[in-house]
């Protein structure tokens, strides 16, 4: 039996501890937040969600203040959380949840009921304007109050964007300080949209069609363009969508036949510069992206197929199966036509991957931070990494027992280099049935603190460091 699983446990208790016990010594220049997203709930009496995605949301915070840090969690208060405790059971349309809904309303609002919103937002954090919100991948995040962590409610925007799946990885372009993300909009030629917001409105970039839509939780970003990865894991037949009772991830397939396509679009006009094939592929996450003359670079966590879709069910998970960690690949894109080719950067897995991201992203970089599987062991993520892309060299921190998730990469103010920082990760501490939180010195990957919290923090996805 797998330590892990306690990962994938709910953890029902709520609480707020003003300081947690810290071991170590964390630096005096970090002052700031690390709000956590991910499932907290994974059944509801004696029904069960399907897939890790579908867990209910549950937000932690760690707030480190003069070498001290404190912890609060609470669930989000979503119509999903509120419906179902009440109910005794699951009913809401998810990742791999059984929409339970007529064909005809089915075919029209995807998987988003208009008059009764129920997003689950369990993925990711990030603020926009003033706003803290909570994200998933339909279009309709939930604001949260980052000091309380109380539910604030639905944010939706007032404009013609049309699209019922999105990412939770938006993007920050630094230059036009501007958010970018895309809707996918379900229709006969459904359309990636992309639009730019500046806190207040959203406009359309651009709209690009799809005649069998990938599925895509994240996109890459340069200084010019923005990169559409389209993998192999596609909607063969948008009519599935309205006419079979199946999950909404079910309706996609595997075409390990087709190959997959990058679609490089300019970010000023909207324009696509060119399309790019390459080998069949699978990814959740992109790593970083940046242009080199006639080429872009594009570094992606990526799978030779989308079996880990399936891996990560709850039932396969609950046995003990461990699913795939994803490779570090580097795909060259050729600007004037051409198929895209890859290397591989490291000879570690890795997934939920960082980099400096307000320095480096859409730039030439030298290091990226994952977590990682330990090579010949069949066991959950279970170190972090950190990659040096000049030589291909890894550092790797690992303890027994312990089951790290994404590690968050905070700055120094005052950087004389691009990993001069720390890094963040909270850790499942399976022998002691709890987790801490991780600081390793970025440059050395040693750790310097770690602060325990008195309960076990389910596996989650993405967080987000805000400083004071």
């Known amino acids: 039996m797998s330590d892990y699983k306690l990962g994938f446990t709910t953890q029902k208790k709520e609480i707020q501890i003003d300081q947690l016990e810290v071991q170590g010594t964390i630096p005096d220049w970090v002052h700031g937040t690390l709000v956590r997203n991910g499932p907290g709930q994974f059944e509801v009496d004696e029904t069960s969600y399907r897939h890790w995605f579908d867990g209910l949301s549950q937000l932690h915070s760690f707030h480190i203040s003069n070498g001290a840090v404190s912890y609060a969690n609470r669930f989000i208060r979503s119509v999903s959380y509120e419906e179902d405790n009440a109910n005794g059971k699951v009913n809401y349309a998810g990742f791999a949840v059984d929409p339970c809904r007529s064909l005809f309303k089915r075919f029209f609002s995807a998987f988003i009921p208009d ?69 996918l909009n379900f229709g006969p030629m459904s359309t990636y949209n992309f639009y730019a917001h500046d806190g207040n409105t959203r406009r359309l970039i651009a709209s690009i069609p799809a005649s069998q839509p990938a599925y895509m939780h994240s996109f890459g970003l340069t200084e010019n363009y923005i990169i559409l990865s389209e993998f192999s894991f596609r909607l ?40 790019v094939n390459t080998d069949a592929f699978f990814g959740f996450h992109h790593i970083n992206a940046y242009e080199d003359g006639d080429q872009v670079i594009c570094d992606i966590s990526a799978y030779p197929d989308a079996r880990l879709i399936d891996q990560l069910y709850l039932d396969s998970l609950h046995d003990g199966n461990a699913p795939s960690v994803g490779e570090f690949r580097r795909y060259t894109l050729p600007l004037n036509g051409g198929r895209a080719s890859y290397e591989m950067m490291s000879s570690e897995s890795i997934e939920l991957p960082r980099i400096n991201y307000s320095h480096n992203n859409g730039q030439n970089y030298q290091f990226a931070y994952g977590a990682s599987s330990r090579e010949g062991q069949d066991d959950f993520i279970n170190q972090t990494i950190k990659v040096n892309l000049k030589d291909k060299s890894t550092a790797i921190w690992h303890e027994d027992n312990c089951y790290p998730s994404e590690p968050v990469f905070i700055a120094n103010p005052s950087p004389t280099s691009e990993d001069d920082g720390v890094v963040l990760t909270v850790v499942l501490d399976t022998a002691k049935a709890t987790s801490f939180l991780l600081l390793q010195d970025a440059q050395t990957f040693q750790e310097i603190a770690r602060a325990y919290v008195p309960q076990h923090i389910p596996f989650g996805f993405h967080g987000q460091f805000f400083s004071n």
């Open 115 to 183: 008059e009764n919103p129920r997003p689950n937002a369990n993925v990711n954090i990030t603020k926009i304007a003033d706003k803290y919100i909570a994200m998933t991948e339909i279009p309709m995040a939930v604001e949260f109050d980052p000091k309380t962590l109380e539910t604030i409610g639905v944010v939706d925007y007032d404009d013609d964007i049309k699209g019922q799946v999105t990412t939770a990885h938006p993007h920050y372009d630094a230059k036009r300080k501007l958010a970018i993300n895309y809707v």
């Open 236 to 275: 063969p037949n948008i009519f599935k969508l309205a006419f079979r009772s199946v999950p909404f991830i079910e309706n996609y397939e595997w075409m390990g036949q087709e190959d997959s396509r990058f679609t490089i679009i300019d970010i000023d006009s909207g324009e696509v510069v060119t399309q």
